[in-house]
């Protein structure tokens, strides 16, 4: 289904409490820890993109609050943007005027941006209790010593006193907030954090007026509520985003949640629903991760939110891995709630809401859910300049008008630029992910560009990784090159560049395209590695496998993970076993996939242990003969033996870096992506688009 101008469900304004949404879409927190000039061209984008409502993290004074006595707090007017600093006390006179300063600049900087688009601005207040990370020397804080489930911090339990503070604190904070020019505020409830951990009969154990009953965890947060709302009236929205369900035996479930939901109606304009916690992991075991990979089905939170939608008066925002515009229609048109929450949706594709309602979904760049964006730093490989923005784009913008801008930026690209010299003739040799980049930005700068692919289609290693049943979900990061390159085929650009695509073609150091170019790029990604021990027979690699290539029917498999520790080596493994070949792992490090993101990784070792797939942590290979491997456990020196009747090679990769040597010393070459140094995707994506943007900034001068 398409969008259908003015009858698209997304598209329909939406009143919550005194304020008007132009439509359906609401930007829900993430953000990545950009600062703070890139983290105000990043919300302009979103806004100007479309969405009708963003919420913004802007609960630091109440993350900053300490739980020690007045006389201890030192009152250091950093505490408030420093994480290692200790603020002052919230019952000291300055708190607040110093809170207020410390904050106002930059929230003033956020409101603009996400006004001058014509989106809401709501400041979300977080304090993340338990899961308090350990960036600084104060205790985890928590209704109860529950030990936390991302950090495994034992918390100190709040007294009686300190709760009175912390209710000070958020009040303090909401009114910064609004003071800054936001439209209203979000009190963060869910994903395991403090006002969470109170609302839970698994994590609040207490037994004074703060737990012991559904009342009792309800106490602090109506306390608070009514408390905001007292402070800033009815003019400010007021919203609480819950958890929707905690996975976990006599935690909340969704018949809590909706209690839950229930009991805070009266004091909210709207409620937000969010399933999971941090990193996937809860009480040891794998649960959703509120940022749940790709393995994880599209929003999670659905069926809850229904239900809460039924018994409340108020609207219902439910988020969660929903990238599809279809979707997002489908839980607003059958009742699901009433506003859906994007943020990997809009990282992805800053013009989603845009292109939604006008009826363009197949020009939506769609979020894979790879889960990049999650990291520090940021990035994301369907979308190089998310985060980005001025780094692509450094020419200061006009004021803003408020409402959606055209969309004329190429799929999931930099913004385009304007030819102003002579065209020059670049061939790019490689169209994996960092070749199809530099092409498709320097054709837009106007140069001639002859990209040659010795597969028969771009994509490169991509092409063959979407093929997997593990990262299938992955193929719309191919299609999305694919439409990179589509309009720049043998056909200009407006600046008058274009693309000649030569796919089955070999690029040696004579082929014409090179000699005759003014500047070669190799962009030819990365080949496997050498063996590294002693073998009796040939060995299989991982791109053996995506290539079709099988060890003998039934044989027991070993793959070889060496130090590699991103996704080879398990993706190796679950196609092997997928197709029913009894797998062990063997790895030098001493965790499994220490490098996927910690929400993604339970995900994935939960399918691999579905599969039976063994692990050999901290094991380096040191032979194979005879059917027989031979291991040594790294910690003890101990060796031993493994059966195996065929061995894959899943231990990384090395550049494929040869061709700039063979080239006459007159040809200018340079080297991107993985011919330059192997790393993931994502570092692709990056680089050719910030070297094809450097072609077709020096194509400006």
Do not use: K
Request: hydrophobic share 40%; charged share 20%; glycine share 12%.
């Amino acid at each position: 289904m398409t969008g259908r101008p003015g009858g698209d469900p997304l598209a329909t304004p939406l009143t919550v409490g005194r304020h008007r949404l132009r439509n359906r879409m609401v930007m829900t927190p993430h953000l990545g820890r950009l600062p703070p000039r890139r983290l105000r061209r990043y919300v302009a984008e979103r806004a100007a993109g479309g969405v009708a409502m963003i919420v913004l993290p802007a609960g630091q004074g109440v993350y900053a609050n300490p739980v020690y006595p007045l006389e201890a707090c030192p009152g250091d007017p950093d505490g408030y943007v420093d994480p290692d600093a200790v603020s002052f006390h919230v019952r000291d006179p300055r708190h607040r005027q110093v809170l207020l300063a410390a904050a106002h600049e930059h929230l003033v900087g956020l409101a603009d941006a996400a006004h001058g688009g014509g989106a809401l601005a709501v400041g979300q207040i977080h304090h993340p209790g338990a899961e308090r990370g350990w960036d600084n020397f104060q205790p985890a804080l928590a209704p109860s010593q529950v030990r936390g489930d991302d950090t495994g911090a034992v918390p100190h339990a709040l007294t009686a006193a300190e709760i009175d503070d912390l209710v000070t604190g958020y009040l303090a904070t909401a009114t910064a907030i609004v003071a800054a020019g936001f439209d209203g505020v979000e009190l963060h409830a869910g994903h395991g954090y403090l006002l969470n951990r109170f609302l839970s009969p698994h994590y609040n154990r207490r037994t004074d007026r703060y737990g012991g009953s559904p009342a009792g965890r309800l106490r602090l947060i109506r306390r608070i509520l009514r408390a905001v709302r007292a402070e800033l009236g009815d003019r400010s929205l007021l919203g609480v985003r819950l958890t929707a369900g905690e996975e976990v035996p006599g935690g909340i479930d969704a018949a809590g949640v909706t209690a839950i939901a229930t009991g805070i109606a009266d004091l909210v304009d709207y409620v937000n629903l969010s399933l999971g916690n941090h990193d996937g992991l809860r009480d040891g075991r794998p649960v959703t991760a509120y940022t749940g990979s790709w393995l994880v089905p599209p929003a999670p939170a659905a069926a809850t939110a229904r239900q809460v939608r039924a018994v409340v008066d108020v609207p219902v925002l439910v988020s969660g891995r929903i990238t599809d515009p279809a979707i997002a229609r489908g839980l607003v048109a059958d009742g699901a709630a009433d506003l859906v929450g994007l943020a990997r949706a809009l990282i992805a594709d800053p013009t989603f809401p845009q292109r939604a309602v006008s009826g363009d979904d197949a020009g939506i760049v769609r979020c894979v859910a790879c889960n990049e964006c999650v990291r520090v730093p940021f990035s994301c490989p369907a979308n190089p300049a998310a985060g980005r923005e001025a780094e692509f784009d450094p020419l200061p913008p006009d004021p803003p008008q408020p409402g959606p801008r055209p969309v004329d930026s190429p799929a999931g690209g930099p913004a385009p630029v304007h030819h102003r010299r002579a065209r020059r003739r670049i061939t790019v040799v490689g169209a994996g992910p960092a070749g199809v980049e530099v092409a498709a930005g320097a054709a837009a700068a106007g140069a001639e560009v002859t990209l040659i692919e010795a597969a028969d289609a771009v994509g490169g290693a991509l092409r063959h990784l979407v093929g997997t049943p593990l990262l299938a979900d992955w193929a719309p990061l191919l299609h999305r090159l694919e439409r990179r390159l589509a309009p720049l085929l043998d056909r200009p650009s407006p600046a008058g560049g274009r693309v000649v695509l030569r796919t089955g073609t070999t690029a040696t150091a004579d082929h014409p395209d090179l000699l005759g170019a003014d500047l070669v790029v190799l962009a030819t990604g990365a080949r496997p590695g050498p063996v590294g021990f002693p073998v009796d027979r040939p060995v299989l690699t991982t791109m053996d496998l995506l290539a079709g290539r099988r060890p003998t029917p039934g044989v027991p498999v070993l793959v070889v993970g060496g130090a590699e520790r991103h996704l080879e080596p398990l993706l190796a493994a679950d196609l092997l076993a997928g197709e029913g070949w009894p797998v062990q792992v063997c790895t030098e490090c001493v965790d499994i996939g220490p490098d996927l993101d910690q929400r993604t990784r339970p995900a994935v070792l939960r399918r691999l242990y579905g599969r039976a797939v063994g692990f050999a942590p901290a094991t380096r290979v040191h032979r194979w003969s005879g059917g027989v491997v031979e291991v040594e456990q790294l910690f003890t020196g101990h060796r031993s033996t493994l059966d195996a009747g065929a061995v894959v090679l899943a231990h990384g990769r090395t550049a494929d870096d040869g061709l700039p040597a063979a080239l006459p010393p007159n040809v200018e070459c340079q080297v991107v992506g993985d011919a330059l140094a192997p790393r993931r995707l994502t570092h692709a994506v990056l680089e050719g688009a910030r070297f094809g943007y450097a072609l077709a900034a020096a194509d400006r001068r």
